[in-house]
């Protein structure tokens, strides 16, 4: 499985970017799928994460209320959609994908990454 990660970009505070990931393959359905960020020094953190059949989703406390996740099987895509943005967003987000049905918040869970897509919010 191929994970491609898109739509990053520069964006002031306040505004509001969707991050798309593409997975090649046929088992797409029957992943979880997750996002996570990681900002210059600092450590991979947990973003969004969705599960096989969008029953369970989860956010990180920092964009709970701000960002919201969603996939579409059809197309083999997960979405990250980003609003309210703050200069704090800033950073390379991956999305990752779960062969169990997921979602989980802990990376080491996932079997595939995405390469990564730059977010920087100006203030």
């Known amino acids: 499985v191929q994970l491609q990660a898109s739509g990053g970009g520069l964006v002031q505070a306040g505004g509001s970017l969707r991050l798309s990931c593409a997975a090649s393959?046929?088992?797409?359905?029957?992943?979880?799928m997750g996002w996570f960020r990681q900002a210059p020094g600092k450590e991979r953190e947990f973003v969004a994460a969705?599960?096989?059949?969008?029953?369970?989703?989860y956010y990180a406390d920092s964009v709970r209320g701000r960002f919201t996740i969603s996939r579409d099987n059809a197309k083999n895509t997960v979405y990250l959609q980003m609003n309210s943005l703050k200069s704090e967003d800033t950073a390379v987000y991956y999305c990752a994908g779960d062969r169990t049905s997921g979602p989980s918040r802990l990376g080491s869970f996932y079997d595939y990454w995405g390469q990564g897509t730059q977010v920087t919010v100006s203030s």
């Open positions: 393959g046929r088992a797409f359905s029957s992943y979880g």
């Open positions: 969705i599960s096989r059949s969008d029953i369970r989703i």
